[in-house]
């Protein structure tokens, strides 16, 4: 049982890691993302540069520069803002590769027991305490996602550099709502992923009280 609860809970790891890194490093995504309507008209930035600020970002946050300026339209706090954030995705993405090694192990490891049945009730146990986790944190994010926001904030950061003036353009392409947007994206992603992950454990429970029904009906004739 235990080996399927590690299952569970490395893939959790795994893929949250996994979606953080994508998402802070995915330069098609952020260039979907950016709340450009946002861009005040006295930036003159049009939609050619959609891109390269993309790309910028994606290249800072996976530390392919440590120069995070367009143009010098970016505030000396926005720089300092986002070479602070670099290390925590490149932090997700070690999580993320050390989660899914542990899943692998773990899944070698139920494989090697032959134990199906408690191995699966232990991923249902994980994904449980999984799903908990992000219902709650779904439920706070839709009374305040404000404060969940500053809170994450406040327990990654040292400082205050990511309290950003109204008119910052950093914080105009990446508003509350950019935000929100990709915490719904990932929590689907991360959902999905264990729900399949039940599914499959469902499945097997199934699988063996079948067997056992049948081998019972077999002893009974």
């Not at 790891?13 to 953080?20: R, S, W």
């Not at 993405?93 to 542990?102: A, K, S």
């Not at 947007?181 to 469902?202: E, H, M, P, S």
């Amino acid at each position: 049982m235990l080996a399927g609860v590690l299952l569970a809970l490395s893939l959790g790891i795994g893929a949250l890691g996994g979606t953080l890194w994508l998402f802070g490093t995915g330069a098609p995504l952020l260039e979907r993302w950016l709340a450009w309507d946002n861009a005040p008209a006295s930036a003159g930035l049009t939609e050619d540069d959609r891109a390269p600020i993309a790309h910028l970002v994606a290249d800072t946050m996976a530390g392919r520069t440590q120069t995070f300026q367009y143009k010098g339209l970016f505030s000396e706090q926005a720089q300092r803002h986002m070479l602070d954030c670099a290390p925590l995705f490149r932090l997700a993405r070690t999580v993320g590769l050390l989660g899914f090694g542990l899943f692998l192990a773990s899944l070698g490891g139920c494989l090697l027991l032959r134990d199906g049945r408690h191995s699966a009730v232990g991923i249902l146990i994980g994904v449980g305490v999984l799903l908990a986790v992000l219902l709650a944190l779904a439920v706070w994010g839709l009374v305040s996602f404000d404060s969940l926001f500053t809170a994450f904030h406040r327990v990654l950061f040292t400082n205050d550099e990511w309290i950003f003036a109204p008119d910052d353009l950093l914080i105009l392409l990446m508003p509350i709502g950019f935000f929100t947007r990709c915490a719904i994206t990932g929590g689907i992603v991360w959902a999905a992923c264990l729900a399949a992950l039940a599914g499959v454990a469902a499945l097997v429970i199934r699988k063996k009280k079948n067997a056992e029904q049948k081998t019972q009906r077999q002893s009974a004739d």
